[in-house]
């Protein structure tokens, strides 16, 4: 890989020169031609390959050797306006009209050029107002303007508060947010990822804002073998009101070959306070902080594909009304 990429337009002509040195060998240049029964489909035309043996004079492949001659080098390349990701904490939220739900959002330039005039905006129609602002990552403090936009320097991240002011009442919707800049496109949108599961009702309701935590901290579950287990824990606050609620864990519309079982927790511990089974139903205060730890068995193997391959944990209240969520990636080893 290049220490600096080059930027190329569509249509450009561009050639990739390569020094290799091979002590105690005097075939230093992989080359492919046709031969018989073994390479019959090699091929090559004039102009497409170079040798030299000082690099200052080149002689074509196809003179140098014979008339199907190609050096053996692939050049790679990849869309620059495709270098963002984002990320969104926490997944859900419940609130009552006149109170605003908040979340965090983070974007991060996978790219080598500064990312320009990065903000974030909702695609889903909700009836709410929306608005967001700059933070600093290390305090969550509010930092800039309000719903301005900033640049992202090659490499890095910004943090960000976003709001959702509801204007009336609507049920459970997955809002999908674009995570954008002028010079490149839209983060890919993945549910339970960068989405915000968000509702509005006339009377209080819980609000479980909920935080996942796997063992190696990245927020993946890895399975050992087509048949291992592992766990994981979610931390909850209610910052809505009383209700009976019931977790639950699946893994949405993918059906992967694992079994899932819960359990309420010791917060300290991690411990199980009853034997885990598929959902537990219980009393969640407001301002209340319970834990649950979540049990993954693999019957199979689970390629990692963290869009889609997710454990979400959902937390449904006493009316069946998903009111909090998270969810990790799970992938076999």
């Known amino acids: 890989m290049l220490s600096t990429p080059v930027e190329l337009v569509e249509d450009n002509r561009f050639s990739v020169a390569v020094k290799l040195t091979t002590p105690g060998w005097p075939y230093p240049i992989p080359i492919e031609h046709t031969v018989v029964g073994y390479s019959s489909a090699a091929g090559a035309f004039p102009g497409e390959s170079f040798i030299s043996s000082d690099g200052g004079s080149w002689m074509d492949a196809t003179t140098a050797w014979d008339y199907s001659t190609n050096v053996c080098i ?11 990701a984002a990320a969104v904490l926490p997944t859900s939220r419940s609130v009552q009209i006149g109170n605003t739900a908040t979340a965090f959002g983070t974007i991060i330039n996978a790219g080598s050029a500064t990312a320009t ?25 509010l930092v800039g303007t309000a ?8 490499g890095g991240f910004q943090s960000y508060v976003f709001a959702f002011s509801p204007t009336a009442a609507f049920d459970t919707t997955d809002v999908q947010l674009t995570f ?4 490149t496109n839209p983060a890919p949108v993945t549910v339970g990822l960068n989405t915000l599961l968000l509702s509005a009702s006339s009377t209080p309701v819980s609000d479980i804002v909920a935080l996942s935590a796997t063992p190696t901290g990245d927020g993946i579950v ?36 694992v079994t899932l079982s819960i359990c309420e927790s010791v917060p300290a511990t991690g411990e199980c306070l009853a034997p885990p089974v598929s959902s537990v139903t219980t009393a969640i205060n407001a301002g209340a902080t319970p834990t649950f730890s979540i049990f993954v068995a693999g019957a199979g193997s689970v390629p990692f594909d963290p869009a889609n391959n997710r454990v979400f944990v959902r937390f449904r209240d006493s009316g069946d009304i998903t009111r909090g969520s998270t969810s990790v990636a799970v992938r076999t080893q």
């Open 222 to 257: 890895d399975l050992p073998g087509s048949s291992g287990a592992n766990a994981f824990a979610v931390a909850t606050v209610n910052v809505g009101s009383q209700d009976m609620i019931t977790a639950s864990a699946d893994t949405g519309s993918a059906a992967l070959p």
């Open 74 to 84: 692939k050049a790679f390349t990849s869309n620059m306006n495709d270098t963002l």
């Open 180 to 183: 954008d800049c002028f010079n």
């Open 117 to 141: 005039d990065c903000g974030i905006a909702p695609l889903t129609s909700v009836q709410a107002d929306f608005s967001y602002q700059t933070t600093d990552p290390a305090t969550n403090a």
């Open 147 to 154: 719903n301005t936009p900033v640049d992202i320097v090659p």
